[in-house]
């Protein structure tokens, strides 16, 4: 039983335009633009069955969910729930964030660098203390799922709150280290989507972060002080044995009629983007994928990796899951709850495929910062390459690697604002918009 939980971010405010901090200041309102573009996220969530909303207390979360409420079909109930409060940076609120960065030169440096090691000393009548932000942040979203989810057990949660909450709920659900706070983008009236088994200790999949397709705006921006590459990367479109879930791994099973229709989408979605450099695994559905879609950029020639190779299965590839239960009793169960545990028989284990995968991702990094201009590319690969290097860019283990979605002929948007030495930053992760809209459509079928 999967509840399902849709969490926006407000639509812009004037403190926004302003480019202020706002925490927990609750003087900035939305601009018109925050206000039209609530209405089109809210038509764009209107076809969805909602079963309840949850939104902030602040004023520019609360009209944005008002906002999206009057333009749902059946509008659930709506509760206002402090735990859906912003994070708390009192020293902050309503300064410049040039200012900010100027005035508060190294506190600024470590909240984004080492955002969890990032504290502001508070004096009050009763003596100083230190207040952690964002460590704060995290405990309260932690609180928030604690409270909420056994309330709505198989339903459908739409959530309405602000930029810092957002990425604390995000990364509490899916045990994402606070460090990675800054790795995680939220854009105004942006759409997530998280899955959950069941409570918060249980397994949780993140279906997409930080769609803004249904604003106009396909891809985040790509800021001009960034330093470093962009990397676009894409799961190939669907096989026959995507579709009829049998395990192909290292088998090289070409796209079906609707597997180039999903790659010819995904050409359409990117033509009018400018790349640069164009990556992929060898094996032929990455591969025609990629070719399709380079159909608009003539200019480039194809990188093929064999480290991106699909997982090897060995003597479960052209197997269906029933076929491999009952020659290998109790493995995939095994593969579906501890797959970092399992040795694919003749074939690879989960480590074997994130050393090559990461390595291999490692030096495309490097190849594509040493340029004198940000580098913009296309990497094409497998479900599980995608999935390791999702996990690994976001601080997760290969025992987490059924907590990131890839559909066919999805898109996930990775950026080097400070090269390579710095941390990435997650843009989005699942883009399915050009298959279908804001649920992820694609064949649910083996790797």
Known sequence: MITRVIIVRHGQSSYNAQKKIQGRCDESVLTDKGRADAEILGNTLNNLEIDRLYCSPLQRAKTTAQVIHSCLKNPPALEVNDQLMEIDLPLWEKLNKEEVAVKFAEDYRCWHERPHEFKMILSSVEGQRDHYPVLSLYKQAQQFWQEILPKHQGKTLLIVAHNGINRCLIMSALDIHPSYYQTIQQSNCCINVLNFTGGLEDPVQIESLNQTAHLGVKLPSYRPSHKGPRFLLIRHGETQWNRESRFQGIRDIPLNENGKN??????????????????????????????????????????????????????????????????????????????????????????????????????????????????????????????????????????????????????????????????????????????????????????
């Not at 559909?407 to 279908?436: C, F, M, R, W």
């Open 262 to 447: 999903q790659a010819g989408k995904a050409g359409d979605f990117l033509k009018d983007v400018e790349l640069n450099f164009a990556v992929s695994s060898p094996m032929l559905r990455p591969k025609e994928t990629a070719e399709i879609i380079l159909k608009y950029h003539p200019n480039l020639s194809l990188d093929l990796q064999p480290d991106l190779t699909e997982i090897c299965h060995g003597l479960w590839e052209g197997k269906l899951k029933a076929e491999i239960e009952l020659e290998f009793p109790g493995l995939l169960e095994q593969w579906n709850s501890k797959p970092e545990t399992v040795q694919m028989p003749e074939g690879e284990n989960l480590q074997q495929v994130w050393d090559r995968a990461v390595a291999c991702w490692g030096e495309l990094v490097k190849k594509y910062a040493n340029s004198d201009t940000p580098q913009t590319g296309i990497v094409v690969a497998h479900d599980a390459i995608n999935k390791v290097i999702l996990c690994y860019l976001l601080g997760l283990k290969p025992a987490d690697f059924w907590a990131v979605k890839q559909g066919n002929g999805a898109i996930s948007v990775i950026d080097y604002p400070n090269g390579v030495e710095g941390k990435p930053v997650i843009q989005a992760l699942n883009i399915t918009n050009h298959l279908g809209g804001v649920l992820d459509q694609t064949a649910a079928g083996a790797l």
